[in-house]
């Protein structure tokens, strides 16, 4: 079966520049969700597209930006990296009201050096 | 305002042995869902089960069983014969359904070790 695909797996970028991460959702879910796992720490909602629509939002810093296109892929932009921005980032995707269940991709491991 | 507490924070077994890991939630919704997620030292989030607030049902799949107690607002999952590979970041997860936004609230995880 299709799962939620994450690019790249791994990003090295340097502080005060942009990085951009992918998400493609499971065929026919119509939600995507961003989520941030700091080392040691459990993941942290940033943010949620519905049918291309922003539908909520976390914590997730003003530097950062994201959007859902009309293939339904989604990007999480972010910009002037900082060091604390090392973390794993997972796309999510689900059906409205979870009728489907709630599949997390395998992750972008970000490293800010 | 919702809450997941996993108070354990670090659990070692020795293989073979039974293991619950417990999970505490709050939230004024009356309608909820409940997840258990493991992740394993390669990092990826593998979900285990979700459970929905009006099924109260205990669940038994294999080696895992899980026990939802709403008068307690827990639901705690147990290993049972344990092994090597279990060994992992265990994360109890709710989603409040009535704000229709379906974002997780994770705990803060059980890392569990199991010694051969």
């Known amino acids: 079966a299709a799962g939620v695909i994450q690019s790249p797996r791994h990003l090295i970028k340097e502080k005060r520049e942009t990085a951009t991460l992918k998400c493609y959702p499971i065929?026919?879910?119509?939600?995507v969700y961003w989520y941030q796992q700091g080392p040691g720490q459990d993941p942290q909602f940033l943010i949620s597209?519905?049918?291309?629509?922003?539908?909520d939002k976390g914590s997730i810093p003003d530097r950062f930006s994201a959007q859902q296109f009309s293939d339904y892929h989604s990007e999480l932009n972010m910009s002037s990296l900082e060091l604390g921005d090392s973390a794993l980032y997972f796309c999510?995707?689900?059906?409205?009201?979870?009728?489907?269940?709630?599949?997390f991709g395998s992750g972008t491991r970000l490293t800010v050096v | 305002a919702q809450k997941v507490t996993q108070a354990q924070t670090e659990i070692s077994v020795v293989e073979k042995e039974d293991v619950t890991l417990d999970c505490v939630y709050e939230?004024?919704?009356?309608?909820?869902?409940l997840f258990w997620y493991k992740q394993p030292p390669s990092g990826e989030l593998v979900f285990l089960i979700r459970?929905?607030?009006?099924?109260?049902q205990n669940e038994i799949s294999g080696r895992y069983s899980w026990n939802f107690q709403k008068s307690t607002s827990s639901f705690n999952f147990t290993i049972t014969a344990s092994q090597v590979v279990d060994s992992a970041v265990y994360f109890c997860?709710?989603?409040?359904?009535?704000?229709?936004?379906?974002?997780?609230?994770f705990g803060t995880g059980t890392r569990l070790t199991v010694i051969p």
């Open positions: 999510a995707s689900s059906s409205r009201g979870m009728a489907y269940g709630y599949t």
């Open positions: 065929p026919r879910h119509d939600t």
């Open positions: 597209f519905y049918e291309k629509m922003q539908s």
């Open positions: 939230t004024r919704d009356t309608t909820y869902y």
């Open positions: 459970r929905n607030s009006f099924d109260e």
């Open positions: 997860a709710l989603s409040e359904a009535e704000t229709g936004a379906n974002n997780l609230f």
